[in-house]
């Protein structure tokens, strides 16, 4: 959009001044008629440029637009399936870990149901 804007204003601000350098040169109306008339053909081939090359521009804005959106979606859908991939990898870890953190709770259990009927372990506690 900004490439677009950019290049309008320059095409329209060149045929701006090539039209205010040609009011601005000294000469008599008769000359300047037939300057403008002779600049006609080359003003109106300039403008029929501008319009083919934006015509160019949009096409090639377009196509930009497509190729990029079909580039996110693959994208988009890589990252999901990748996704889902890492889940399924994971699984069985996730489980062992599971499994893991269980029994070192219950041993943290034990360890404590033993601590609390410890008569040594109870002694060294109640002197502190």
Sequence with gaps: MKAKSLIIGFLTGTVVAGAA???????????LRTRMKDNKEEI???LTE??????DIKKATLSATTV??????????????????????????????????????????ELETVAA??????????SH
Excluded: C, H, Y
């Design 44 to 46: 109106t081939a300039t």
């Design 21 to 31: 350098t040609m009011l601005a040169t000294p000469a008599s109306g008769k000359q």
């Design 50 to 55: 501008v319009k083919e090359r934006l015509v």
């Design 117 to 126: 009927s410890s008569p040594i372990l109870n002694k060294q506690a109640n």
């Design 68 to 109: 990029s959106k079909e580039s996110i979606n693959v994208f988009i859908s890589d990252v999901k399936n990748l996704i889902e991939s890492w889940k399924l990898d994971i699984e069985p870890n996730k489980q062992e870990l599971t499994s893991s953190i269980t029994d070192i709770e219950t041993a943290i259990g």
